[in-house]
């Protein structure tokens, strides 16, 4: 059989596989910080006909193509004025997700959507209901270990003016405050304001980078696994060499271009259909060759 038939083939697999890329891209170009993704092709073995020779080049015939990568595009989306105080964007720190948890730090998840909100606890969680990681500020003890954050209804202030949550008021405290209204600062760092007038650092985001974030793989829900190839995360805080900071009132956008991806889809397109005419010439080739014999 004609090798040609079997190049072509190749040809139209991987195109496909550009396609479903592309198309991906476009269903999620208003995903929170979804990045986009790119497909790279290579040519796969070479049949050699014939040596190379002093003076003489090797002749070899390729066999078709392959995929050799597809890649995530980690360049950081814009941030799109929200308004809403528990939406943030991570500026200039393309390789910086935030921390979730869904078992309280067992398991961490990292993520570029900074769309959160209070549960019934007044914890700070994703629209999955994961838990964001930080540091909190209202341990008795004073510890500071990465756990999930909460912006408590009540604080006591100790003697000490370190400050721990509490449930309620008890009947005749006059050290337990409700919260009156709360911020978050460029560098992650929740403040509240309580009803003695106070303000009281509450706790601080965190952030994780990655030598390599574009070896991070996806695993739905906006949300992104460590990998063999990603590097181990490096734990830090907004504004720290390296992470970028933190826009309250901010949601980052996809960073896919959709110029872009309709370029690429005609490209495809007529990629496939030049794959498909070397089938069929080549189909007619054969018929050529039987009918010699009537």
Not at 214 to 227: F, H, P, Q, W
């Amino acid at each position: 059989m004609l090798k040609s038939l079997y190049s072509g083939v190749t040809g139209m697999k991987n195109l496909q596989t550009k396609m479903d890329v592309i198309s991906n891209n476009i269903a999620n170009v208003n995903t929170t910080g979804f990045k986009s993704g790119r497909v790279r092709f290579e040519d796969m073995i070479s049949q050699s006909i014939a040596s190379a020779q002093e003076g003489v080049n090797a002749k070899q015939v390729g066999l078709g193509v392959q995929t050799s990568a597809i890649d995530t595009i980690m360049n950081g989306g814009s941030l799109q004025s929200t308004g809403r105080e528990l939406d943030f964007g991570i500026e200039n720190g393309d390789s910086s997700f935030f921390v979730v948890s869904g078992d309280g730090g067992v398991n961490n998840y990292y993520t570029r959507d900074g769309g959160f909100y209070l549960d019934a606890e007044n914890n700070l969680v994703t629209s999955a209901g994961y838990s964001v990681m930080g540091v909190n500020n209202t341990e008795p003890d004073g510890t500071e270990t990465l756990e999930k954050l909460s912006v408590p209804a009540y604080i006591q202030v100790n003697a000490d003016g370190t400050i721990s949550a509490s449930d309620s008021i008890p009947n005749g405290a006059t050290n337990v405050f409700g919260l009156k209204s709360h911020s978050v600062d460029a560098k992650g760092v929740i403040t509240g304001n309580y009803g003695n007038g106070e303000s009281y650092v509450i706790g601080q985001v965190a952030l994780a980078k990655f030598a390599n974030a574009a070896g991070l793989e996806k695993s739905g829900g906006n949300l992104y696994i460590e990998s063999a190839n990603s590097g181990a995360p490096e734990l830090g805080f907004p504004a720290d060499d390296g992470y970028g900071v933190i826009r309250s009132g901010f949601l980052e956008m996809s960073n896919v271009d959709l110029a872009n991806e309709f370029t690429e889809m005609i490209i495809a397109n007529r990629a496939y259909q030049a794959n498909s005419r070397s089938i069929t010439t080549s189909d007619s080739m054969l018929e050529e060759l039987l009918a010699l014999k009537r």
